[in-house]
């Protein structure tokens, strides 16, 4: 079993929907990323988590550490916001990152 | 603004040739990752450091060596590159202990091994 799991792999959905891609882990983290990587290019930081809730625009991130479960919003989805969404998981014991397998976003005008 | 910057985006290398694949942070991060990219497989490490002169295998060093001269620096060392090697190499950097915080990528070098 994976350390870390996101779901939906793969979601489709239309312009102006509310978008929620799930990640959920196992082991303890002192901290969790959300990551973007559009279609041939580079992976750009969307957040860091250690506790409760943060916003950036139209991007809401949450963490329930007690559940170990995060979530990424995407509020008036937009068909830029077409890309692969990765989920990241600092382990508190060490220094290395646990990678989510990525949920692939695909939002049709 | 922190940057990661990778010393060249594409590269077409023949098999056996030694390549060398160069990654600079500006802002002072201890902890600096290559990892490679590919289809279906997600990142994958091939190696990290936490400070200068420190080294840790990934999951993935076989066939990779790396340099950490200094703290701003981290490069990934092909000694003779073979076809499977061919990917998208991408280096990370981040700040641990009181200040730590995001994780940030490089551009990717895409290599190619013929």
């Known amino acids: 079993k994976n350390e870390v799991e996101q779901s939906p792999q793969n979601l489709t959905a239309q312009e102006g929907e509310f978008i929620t891609i799930n990640c959920s882990y196992s082991?303890?983290?002192?901290?969790l990323h959300w990551l973007q990587q559009h279609p041939g290019g580079g992976i750009v930081s969307l957040f860091m988590?250690?506790?409760?809730?943060k916003k950036h625009g139209r991007l809401i991130a949450t963490i329930n550490i007690q559940e170990k479960h995060s979530s990424l919003h995407i509020t008036a989805s937009h068909p830029r916001d077409s890309a692969v969404y990765i989920c990241?998981?600092?382990?508190?014991?060490?220094?290395?990152?646990?990678w989510g397998a990525g949920t692939k976003l695909i939002i049709k005008p | 603004d922190v940057k990661v910057t990778q010393s060249s985006r594409y590269l077409v290398k023949r098999t056996g040739e030694k390549v060398f694949l160069e990654c600079v942070q500006d802002?002072?991060?201890?902890?600096m990752f290559w990892y490679r990219q590919d289809p279906g497989l997600g990142l994958r490490l091939i190696y990290f450091?936490?400070?200068?002169?420190?080294?840790e295998k990934g999951d993935i060093p076989e066939g990779y060596s790396v340099s950490r001269e200094k703290k701003e620096r981290f490069s990934l060392i092909l000694e003779s590159a073979s076809t499977n090697q061919t990917s998208m190499y991408l280096c990370?950097?981040?700040?641990?202990?009181?200040?730590?915080?995001?994780?940030?990528f490089g551009e990717g070098s895409r290599l190619t091994v013929l």
């Open positions: 988590l250690s506790s409760g809730k």
């Open positions: 082991v303890g983290i002192s901290a």
């Open positions: 450091s936490y400070d200068v002169k420190m080294k």
């Open positions: 990241a998981v600092r382990e508190d014991s060490n220094y290395q990152l646990i």
């Open positions: 990370a950097s981040f700040r641990t202990g009181l200040w730590a915080g995001e994780l940030f």
């Open positions: 802002m002072d991060h201890e902890n």
